[in-house]
């Protein structure tokens, strides 16, 4: 079973930045797609943004409340996928999450990382 976990998130004024981070405990890490997901209290999760595998260039997707403000990046070597999230505003408050994108069955979800938004 494929280990998510994700760090990075905590308390941080409007207008300010986090980044997340997410180590996958897989070999093969590098040709998979990989997505950042959050939910917010009384919502469903959403895929904020997906990066993809080496063999696809790492392309990368944003959905709508991550355009312009927020950019996904991996580091393969580390099996890590990265959030970083820019002008933060108080509709960011989440729990973060990453898995697999673009794929009908994704791993067990880990435990999140809480982003907060706050002044």
């Known amino acids: 079973q494929v280990q998510l976990v994700e760090s990075g998130g905590g308390l941080v004024q409007p207008g300010g930045s986090l980044t997340l981070s997410c180590v996958a405990s897989?070999?093969?890490?590098?040709?998979?797609?990989m997505g950042w997901y959050r939910q917010a209290p009384g919502k469903r999760r959403e895929l904020v943004a997906s990066i993809n595998g080496i063999s696809e260039g790492e392309t990368t997707y944003y959905g709508a409340p991550a355009m312009g403000r927020f950019t996904i990046t991996r580091d393969n070597a580390k099996r890590t996928v990265y959030l970083q999230m820019n002008s933060l505003r108080p509709d960011d408050r989440a729990v973060y999450y990453c898995?697999?994108?673009?794929?009908?069955?994704?791993?067990?979800w880990g435990q999140g990382t809480q982003v907060t938004v706050s002044s």
């Open positions: 898995n697999l994108a673009g794929v009908d069955r994704i791993w067990d």
């Open positions: 897989i070999n093969v890490f590098n040709m998979l797609r």
